[in-house]
């Protein structure tokens, strides 16, 4: 049957399109010049004809998206760089969309184009962290499929245009994480993309700290919804973990990233300390770190911190729960169980992305017939997609964390090594973030797609984790031969 499969595409390529191929290439080659200047002077025809200023923006950002298209087929990994420097660009389209999104579409189509008309197959790195992943798009693809159904007969879907938009986050997301994955093949990549991002988050940080104009060029570099509770977990994480443990770094860059260790700090406990979801899971990750980079020094902490809040306990909640947090907590405990009351017509499956915002009204809360949303990531995808779905998600982050636990003894040194530490901390800050909200794949009706700004960050460096991973068993491999040569047993007559 493959060999039948492979004969029909084998004629279909040099039967069929061969010979209109091979005259289109020689056309091109033969005429490229005259259609360069046929093709300059329409084009400067159309724009002195219409007078359009889009027409005239979309021109000069002609050459520079061929230009990115050619460098992105000469490295794919180019892609995956742009994809952090996209989140500097506050540009959003309908349900706000955005340019992260549309990068993370074409790098995964590219993706699956390169190994289909290379390979002419799927073929992926072999990795326990996939099935769970997989498993996870196919009950969210199915929860899509019985979202169609009318659970309630007094309310109406969510559009399909949403329904759809909460699917594509899914597949987006492990998208991002398979890409960075199989297409990372040097440490110089993971490098890129953790100082790109470092830089672009001082800018944040310092557009916090530094006042007058200044201070608001800087804060205007990233919109709002790139700077949501996994960008600050990452940034604390990165920052931390390189000025802690990597020892290849010159001391005056060590003492720098320590510095934004301590301003992204000093913003968290200032400007963020009312929103729990911009402190909390980063100071989750860093005190993970410490925990396994410095065990004896991460002893101390948990002592001294579990008694401080024995003895400070009443001044500890009185500080957290500041501004709405104390009034967002009980709504948001109240939420849940009526929630759950919504997802009883489908507990297995879910509801389907997006739907059940559309069903809360018929389950008032306090009194009110109101639209309204889980606001908690786990909770969040019990609605959408079931046990079976949030059950999936936990099995795939869990298996990055064993992933990552694992990589902890290899990593002896410099980057990797800060970098490993720092993915150890990252799971548990992006465990602790989805416990505040929908960060990882954010709700159509919350976070919304604005939000993929800050969710791919930690899939993105996950999948960097497993590159990191590949890389290191392509470099174990030839040194375990030589060995085996070396042990083997001299040849007779040499």
Known sequence: MVNFIFSIENFINEKLLGPPRRWALQL??????????????????????????????????????????????????????????????????????NLTMVLAVVLLALWISEMMLRQHRIALMPSYTFPPLFALLLVATASFGFGQLNWYQFAQRAPLGAQLGGLSLYYLSAGVYLVAAHWIDDIRWIRWLVWLFLGLGSAAVFGWIVPGPVGGLLGSILSNQATGSLFWTWLLTHAFSQAALNDELHPRWRIALGLLSLATLYVMVTALWTWNSGWVPPLI?????????????????????????????????????????????????????????????????????????????????????????????????????????????????????????????????????????????????????????????????????????????????FGGVLALKKIMDKNEQPQAEDNDIAAAPPIIGQ
């Not at 200023?53 to 002609?62: K, Q, Y």
């Not at 501004?323 to 389907?352: C, F, H």
Request: net charge positive; proline share 5%.
């Open 285 to 461: 990750s860093v005190f993970v770190i410490i925990v396994f980079a410095f065990p004896r020094l991460g002893s101390v902490g948990i002592f001294m911190g579990i008694l401080g809040v024995l003895v400070k306990l009443s001044s500890v909640i009185a500080s957290v729960m500041v501004g709405d947090n104390q009034y967002s907590l009980a709504t948001r405990l109240e939420a849940w169980i009526i929630l759950w009351n919504v997802v009883k017509p489908n507990p297995i499956l879910g509801l389907g992305p997006a739907n059940y915002y559309w069903y809360t009204p018929l389950f008032p809360i306090r009194g009110y017939a109101v639209s309204f949303n889980s606001h908690q990531q786990y909770v969040d995808l019990l609605l959408q997609v079931g046990i079976l779905g949030l059950i999936c998600f936990v099995a795939f982050f869990a298996s990055v964390g064993w992933m990552v636990w694992r990589m902890l003894p290899r990593v002896s040194h410099g980057f990797p090594r800060a970098y490993v530490y720092g993915a150890m901390g990252g799971v548990a800050g992006t465990f602790t973030a989805a416990v505040f909200g929908d960060w990882v794949i954010p709700f159509f009706y919350n976070i919304n797609l604005g939000g993929f700004r800050a969710s791919m960050l930690s899939w993105l460096f």
């Open 28 to 97: 091109i080659q033969e005429r490229l010049r005259w259609l360069v200047i046929l093709g300059v002077l329409l084009v400067s025809l159309a724009l002195g004809y219409l007078n359009s200023s889009t027409l005239i923006m979309a021109a000069i950002a002609l050459p520079i998206i061929i230009a990115g298209a050619l460098a992105l087929i000469r490295w794919p990994q180019l892609g995956l760089i742009a994809l952090v420097g996209s989140i500097a660009i506050p540009i959003n389209g309908p349900s706000n969309s």
